[in-house]
């Protein structure tokens, strides 16, 4: 039972900030500017993809030289992919919430890569 109580109370503890709830959460971007909003997922997305690029170095030097060369190219083809995913609409009336959708969709790609990469084997 106090396993049970443990486990329903760090379920209900709320989670720590991550670094884009804090940019939404202060200056312009609290107060719903748009600019300062797309400079706030901008930022998570570099994040994202300086995780996914350490990651891949990582992996890149425990491999050997057929095998990085078999993970460049999946790689390559993984970038396609993850740009098609995240297009950015340019269509009548797409507005300005294309600044946020974006990177948005670009980090959340990179984040499931990353994960991928570091099961990669």
Known sequence: MLMLALA???AAAPKPATPL????G?????????????????????RADATLNATYRAVMRRLPPARQAMLRAAQRDWIG????????????GAGTI???NRPACLAKQ???????L???R
């Open 8 to 10: 329903l109370a760090a």
């Open 21 to 24: 709830d804090q940019c939404l």
């Open 26 to 46: 202060s200056g312009a971007a609290a107060q719903g500017v748009t600019l300062a909003m797309a400079a706030c997922f901008g930022a998570d997305y570099r």
């Open 81 to 92: 992919r993850r740009d098609a995913a995240c297009p950015l609409s340019t269509a009548p």
């Open 98 to 100: 294309e600044q946020l």
């Open 110 to 116: 990179t984040r499931a890569r990353t994960a991928w």
């Open 118 to 120: 570091r099961r990669y």
